[in-house]
């Protein structure tokens, strides 16, 4: 997974001075899109077995303002990972 990950992923940006071992991770990929979203969801998948707490859209429950919670949880992040495919 992790060449995979290096070809298809762009960097992870932390912010400094982070205390906390465990990080809140927005994780932003092209949806429906082969590999993006394959692996998107092994990445949310290792990272949560690590202890993170990965935001992904798919956990976006029917009718929420899509945009707002978007953007609430990037500005709320530790790290900020994003698909290189688009």
């Known amino acids: 997974m992790?060449?995979?990950?290096?070809?298809?992923?762009?960097?992870i940006v932390l912010r400094r001075n982070q205390r906390s071992v465990s990080k809140r991770v927005f994780l932003s990929y092209k949806r429906h899109s082969d590999p993006d979203?394959?692996?998107?969801l092994e990445v949310h998948r290792a990272l949560a077995e690590?202890?993170?707490h990965v935001f992904i859209d798919q956990e976006m429950s029917a009718g929420v303002k899509w945009a707002a919670w978007i953007s609430d949880r990037i500005r709320d992040c530790d790290a900020l990972i994003r698909s290189?495919?688009?």
Not at 37 to 40: D, H, K, P, T, V
């Open 84 to 86: 290189s495919a688009w």
């Open 50 to 52: 690590a202890g993170h």
């Open 2 to 11: 992790a060449a995979s990950f290096s070809r298809f992923f762009g960097k």
């Open 37 to 40: 979203e394959g692996l998107a």
